[in-house]
């Protein structure tokens, strides 16, 4: 029985106290092996061999948001095992650096979200976490407090 294991890179997108919200294409989660049911993203995917993992995740933003960023601390881990394949998922904060949202294919429309948004969403409870952990790090950084 043929095992495979993987690394992929998720960045939360802080700029000006909003957070980066993606929402995937149709034909994307159709092709999906690991998660075809999931509507909501973040900018970033699979590490190639030899990559360093911020030089795959700034790799990954440019191409699917077109944005260039400032990679911070990682802020999760998840462990997604299934049908014989292993993903890690690192996700890291990151800080808008310059560039407009210009979306891949993979994306069909995106949203800068507030705390309160946030909050508010119908978004899934790990991704709420995540960017609520990115924005309140990113206000930390803000305040000078570090």
Same mark, same amino acid.
């Given at each position: $029985? =043929?095992?495979?294991?993987? %690394? &992929?890179?998720?960045?939360? %997108?802080? =700029?000006?106290?909003?957070?980066?919200?993606?929402? !995937?294409? !149709?034909?994307? *989660?159709?092709?999906?092996? $690991?998660?075809? @049911?999931? =509507?909501?993203?973040?900018?970033?995917?699979?590490?190639?061999?030899?990559?360093? #993992?911020?030089?795959?995740?700034?790799?990954?933003?440019?191409?699917?948001?077109?944005?260039?960023?400032?990679?911070?601390?990682?802020?999760?881990?998840?462990?997604? /095992?299934?049908? @014989? /394949?292993?993903?890690? %998922?690192?996700?890291? +904060?990151?800080?808008?650096?310059?560039?407009?949202?210009?979306? +891949?294919?993979? @994306?069909?429309?995106?949203?800068? *979200? +507030?705390?309160?948004?946030?909050?508010? +969403? $119908?978004?899934? #409870?790990? *991704? =709420? !976490?995540?960017?609520?952990?990115?924005?309140? !790090?990113? &206000?930390? *950084?803000?305040?000078?407090?570090?």
């Amino acid at each position: $029985m =043929k095992r495979d294991f993987a %690394i &992929a890179v998720k960045a939360v %997108i802080v =700029k000006e106290g909003k957070v980066l919200v993606l929402s !995937r294409s !149709r034909d994307e *989660m159709e092709c999906s092996y $690991m998660n075809n @049911h999931q =509507k909501w993203d973040l900018p970033g995917g699979g590490l190639h061999f030899y990559e360093r #993992s911020q030089d795959g995740l700034q790799r990954e933003i440019k191409e699917e948001t077109n944005l260039q960023v400032f990679v911070g601390e990682p802020i999760s881990l998840f462990d997604v /095992i299934k049908n @014989h /394949i292993h993903l890690c %998922i690192f996700t890291y +904060s990151c800080r808008w650096k310059e560039g407009e949202v210009v979306l +891949s294919s993979e @994306h069909e429309s995106y949203s800068w *979200m +507030s705390e309160e948004e946030v909050c508010a +969403s $119908m978004l899934p #409870s790990w *991704m =709420k !976490r995540d960017l609520l952990r990115a924005l309140a !790090r990113d &206000a930390y *950084m803000i305040d000078g407090k570090q």
